[in-house]
């Protein structure tokens, strides 16, 4: 009975007794100065307040690069906080990390081995023995892999696509990460492997949405003839980037 916003405020070395207040009201937002001070009110623990102020970054930043590794760290400090049997964490690494969807699709190729030194040589040695082995726990989590005893895993479904217009930190991930591969195709790969086009276009910005909608059709298709073939033995990834190169000018 005696708690109030003055008393907070004394523990938590405010100036003013009403910060608080107008925090929960949202009349103002918590800052770099004022979070470790209301942590301190808090009587947080050293992991308690490295995972508020993660929160408070997360919920305040624009910037999705800087959202993903806030999230990334909050789910590691959730975990060790509190036990937690929910699939936040795979979720996120399925489209986060790249490998973890390109193993997915490699469950389907006619030679697929389940042993993790096999699957690191087909993608080219560029994760480790522990990331192979969690990407399948975690693929089998989410529901997506079954254990089979001829091949030692199946796709419960078929190719992987990434929905349209998606602003979320775990897509933001899985292009940026596929923008890289792509660059790392352009100088490793011979040109009889890959297919690399451009084109520079000029259009009325009221056309956008009809190429854009062009290009799902064309992605859409591309998964169909995909999921037709039988007997695959590589992986591909197709990227198509549809983006200005000009501001537009205020009218």
């Not at 799902?216 to 590589?234: C, G, H, M, T, W």
Request: with cysteine; charged share 25%; aromatic share 8%.
């Amino acid at each position: 009975p005696g708690y109030s916003h003055r008393v907070f405020a004394r523990q938590a070395g405010l100036s003013s007794p009403s910060h608080l207040l107008m925090i929960i009201n949202g009349a103002r937002n918590l800052s770099l100065k004022t979070i470790p001070k209301f942590a301190e009110g808090l009587k947080l623990s050293s992991k308690e307040k490295r995972y508020f102020e993660l929160m408070v970054l997360y919920n305040q930043t624009d910037d999705l690069q800087m959202k993903a590794k806030c999230f990334s760290e909050i789910l590691t400090l959730k975990g060790s906080l509190k036990a937690l049997h929910n699939l936040e964490k795979e979720k996120f690494d399925f489209l986060s990390k790249w490998y973890v969807v390109a193993i997915y699709v490699l469950v389907d190729l006619k030679d697929f081995s389940p042993d993790p030194a096999w699957i690191i040589k087909r993608l080219g040695g560029a994760l480790t023995v522990a990331q192979a082995k969690d990407a399948l726990e975690n693929l089998q989590k989410l529901g997506m892999l079954k254990p089979d005893a001829a091949r030692g895993y199946r796709q419960i479904s078929g190719a992987v696509t990434v929905a349209d217009d998606t602003r979320s930190m775990a897509v933001f991930n899985y292009h940026q990460s596929m923008i890289r591969l792509a660059a790392e195709a352009l100088r490793k790969n011979h040109q009889n492997q890959r297919e690399m086009n451009g084109a520079t276009i000029a259009i009325p910005v009221e056309k956008v949405s009809e190429i854009k909608e062009k290009i799902r059709v064309f992605r859409k298709e591309i998964n169909q003839l995909a999921s037709s073939f039988e007997q695959p033995d590589q992986v591909y990834q197709l990227n198509i980037q549809f983006f200005p190169l000009t501001v537009l000018e205020e009218k």
